[in-house]
C-alpha cells in the first residue's frame, strides 16, 4: 500500500449506507478524505482543493454520468477516478473507462476489497487509445501483453551479459503482470476469447521465423484445436 499520508480522497455519493461503509474503509486505510452528495458540490470541491483520488457514485450510469466523469478529468487530468456501483455491467466499465476511469468498486464491499481495488486503480496501466478504437478490443490487449512479454524475454535472454539488464527485470516483470491483469479485466466476451486471440498473435509472429518459434507456433495451434474440438464435443453432448 503506498503511503496514506500521500492520497487525498473526495467521495461523490448520494447513499448513506455506501458513504458510511467508505467513511468507515477510508479511515480505517489512514486516508483522508472528503465527502459530498451531489455532482456539483463534488465540482466546486475540485475547484477548491487538490485531490489524488475521486470515488463517485455510478448510479444507472445515464450521460449526465459520464458528463460529471469527464469534468472531473478536465479539471485535474491526474486524479484517479474511481467509480462506485452495485451491479455494474461489463459495457458500463468500459465506457467508464474509455472516459478515463481507473476503477470500478462493487457495493457492497470489504476493507480488503477496498484496498485492493484503490491500489490497483492507483498503479494500473492506462489502456492504449487503440483498444477503444479497435472493432475487437482483444486484438490491441493481446499486443500489449505480447509486446511486454517480448521485453520482459528479451531482457532475460540478456541478464548475464549486463548489470543493467537485471536491474531491469523487476521493473519489466511488473510491468508485464499489470499489463496481463488489466488485459484479462476489461477483454471483450471471455477471457478465453482473448486467449484465443494472445495465441494467434503468437502464432502469428512465429510464422516463418527460426524452427524453435515454429515448434512453439505448433505446439500452440495444436492446443488450441484440442480445446474446439473439446468444446465441440461438450456442446453436441448437452
Known sequence: MTPANKHRVLVVCEHIGTSNQLRVGLRGLGIEHVFTPANMSGISKLTERKFTHVFFDLGRMEPETLSFARKILEIDAEVTLIAVATEPRVDQIFRLLQVGARGCLVVPFSNAALEQVFNQATTNVRISEAVFQ?????????????????????????????????GALPQLLAEFRKTTATAFNHCEDSEDKLREVIIDTCVSRASGKARRLRKIRDFLQEQRDRTVKKKQRESANS
Open 134 to 166: 479497435s472493432k475487437n478490443r482483444n486484438v490491441p490487449l493481446a499486443e500489449g501483453v505480447i509486446n511486454s512479454l517480448d521485453r520482459l524475454a528479451s531482457a532475460m535472454a540478456n541478464v548475464r551479459n549486463t548489470a543493467a539488464t537485471a
